[in-house]
């Protein structure tokens, strides 16, 4: 794992405190994340349950919680250090409990192993009294495409 600061990282770190809603991800943009911390192998990002983020239960849509962990995934990977772009080859998910519309949500992914091909992420929402609403693990494999050529 990378230890000295990527320019992503340096970027990330500038938007602690900020609303994500200009990021490389249009689709992660619309759930205007506040992030909390990054790190090399480390992100969490507070989100607010809308009622557009909802199902017709009035709560939390799975998709979307399935949005949330993979676009902190995604963040966090991109930060992580690698010259290629990295995409998602799965994204496995647990849905434990439900949130309701109003509540905050924290949804932390750390790093667990990196490789020369393969990063392991493992993802979690909790709520502020510290339920767990859902969890996740997903593989993201390089691609041949360098991020310096996208612009980053």
């Not at 998602?88 to 519309?101: E, G």
């Amino acid at each position: 794992m990378q230890t000295t600061p990527s320019p992503q990282l340096e970027f990330f770190k500038t938007l602690i405190g900020k609303t994500l809603d200009k990021t490389p991800s249009p689709a992660g943009n619309n759930l205007a994340g506040v992030l909390m911390e990054i790190d090399h192998h480390f992100i969490k990002v507070q989100f607010e349950v809308r009622p557009e983020m909802c199902n017709p239960a009035r709560i939390l849509h799975g998709g979307i919680a399935s949005l949330m962990m993979d676009d902190v995934i995604g963040m966090g990977n991109f930060v992580a250090g690698s010259e290629y772009l990295m995409t998602s080859i799965n994204l496995n998910v647990d849905f434990l409990s439900s949130a309701q519309i109003g509540e905050k949500l924290e949804v932390s992914a750390k790093l667990v192993r990196s490789g020369s091909n393969l990063n392991h992420w493992e993802a979690i929402i909790r709520k502020e009294n510290g339920k767990i609403v859902a969890k996740a693990s997903s593989n993201m494999i390089k691609t041949h495409v360098k991020l310096s050529d996208l612009g980053f």
